[in-house]
C-alpha cells in the first residue's frame, strides 16, 4: 500500500482552527457562482426605463440620481469580478491532486450533476474515500482561494483563571 500524499498548503494551515462548515459553504458558493458562469456567461442588466439628460435634483440633498450610468458600472464591473473567480479558480485546481481535481469537477463544475455515490462507482472508489477526498479538496482549494473561515476564539483570557 502507497504512501499518502500530503499536499503542502495543509501542513502550513493545520493548526489553524478553521470552521469547518462555514469553508465548506464559501467554497460550495464559490463553485457554483463559477459554474453558472462558465455554462451560461454573464448575463448584463438593461435599464427598463430611459433617464432623461436632464438632471433631477431630489430633496435638499442636490444629489442627482444615474441609473443607467450606475448600471453601466455594475455590468462591466460584475463581469470582471467573474472573470477573475473564474481564473482563480483555474489556479486554485492546478494545485490540487488529480483525484481530488475530478472530484471537485463532476461534483460542482460538470454540467450533468450526477449524484456522489454514482461518480464513485465511476472513478472505482469507495463512498468513504470519495468524501474524504472531497473534503480534503475544499479545504484545499479554500486556502487557495482564501475563502477559508476561522473559528472564533472566545476563551482568550479565561485560561488564566
Excluded: W
Excluded at 20 to 47: D, I, K, N, P
Excluded at 79 to 93: C, F, P, Q, V, W
Excluded at 128 to 135: G, L, S
Aim: aromatic share 8%; with cysteine; glycine share 4%.
Amino acid at each position: 500500500m502507497g504512501r499518502r500524499r500530503t499536499n503542502i498548503l495543509l501542513k502550513t494551515y493545520n493548526t489553524l482552527p478553521i470552521n469547518q462548515s462555514a469553508t465548506r459553504a464559501a467554497v460550495e458558493e464559490r463553485l457554483e457562482e463559477v459554474r453558472q458562469y462558465r455554462q451560461l456567461g454573464f448575463f448584463r442588466q438593461e435599464a427598463s426605463i430611459t433617464a432623461s439628460y436632464e438632471p433631477r435634483y431630489h430633496g435638499s440633498t442636490f444629489v442627482i440620481n444615474k441609473p443607467s450610468e450606475n448600471l453601466a458600472i455594475r455590468n462591466v464591473d460584475k463581469e470582471t469580478e467573474l472573470i477573475r473567480k473564474s481564473e482563480l479558480l483555474d489556479k486554485a485546481m492546478k494545485l490540487l491532486t488529480a483525484d481530488q481535481r475530478e472530484v471537485i469537477e463532476r461534483s460542482y463544475l460538470d454540467d450533468e450533476g450526477e449524484y456522489d455515490f454514482i461518480s464513485c462507482g465511476e472513478m472505482g472508489i469507495s463512498d468513504r474515500t470519495y468524501r474524504r477526498i472531497k473534503a480534503s479538496a475544499i479545504i484545499n482549494l479554500a486556502i487557495a482561494m482564501r475563502l477559508e473561515i476561522y473559528e472564533e476564539q472566545n476563551n482568550v483570557g479565561q485560561a488564566n483563571r
